[in-house]
């Protein structure tokens, strides 16, 4: 791995587009990966999330896969966006992470793939024993809270798809690109995650889910200043 250079942030960097970006990373400019890492930190870490259903388990992914993107960006050619790049890089280190995690388990995962393996069965019903009855002037982070779990309690096969198409308000190209399973499927998967959400939140789902998984400021200066440590230290 090339070393970044230490230059401080130049003026106005933040203003520059991906393209740029990319430029400048290329050419190991620092301030351009800090930038990088701080423009899709948010989106990035969501997803991870919502693959590994780990918050310190996202952020090692998360690091891992900026790492990797560091790496493989001289390759970058932009025949898809910067953000489905990044976003395919980061599922696949998720992936593999599970993947590896199955094997330990003997479990066969069921992320990745053309089908799901519930085409043509009874829906899913989420569990119901702690949110009868939801009260609707439950305050929106209690709310929110409530919505992370029970997304975290959704088939692997569609929690993901939900994340990326219903939170980060990707595509269904972008994410069948992401996860590499077709457009048909996500859209299937997509539907009945929402389906079981609904049968779970009822018309309270709507209100909190743009905002799950919180991203403060401190876990985004943490992530940087880690990968960057670790660029920065190599030769």
Sequence with gaps: MTALNGSPAQTGIEAVD???LVRRVQACDEAAFELLMRRHNRR????ARSILRNSAD????????YLAAFQAIGHFRGDASLATWLSRIVANECLGRLRRQT????????LSGAGDGHEGKEPFVMPSNDIEGPDRALGRAELRGLLERRIDELPDAFRAVFVMRCVEE???QET???L???EATVRSRHFRARSMLRESLAQDMDMAERDVFSFDGGRCDRIVAQVLAQVRGSP
């Excluded at 094997?103 to 069921?110: K, L, M």
């Design 18 to 20: 991906d393209a740029q």
């Design 103 to 110: 094997r330990r388990h003997n479990i066969v995962p069921i």
């Design 44 to 47: 990035l870490y969501r997803l």
């Design 170 to 172: 990707l595509s269904v």
């Design 176 to 178: 069948a690109q992401c």
């Design 180 to 182: 590499n399973i077709a």
């Design 58 to 65: 996202a952020e090692e992914a998360l690091q891992e896969a």
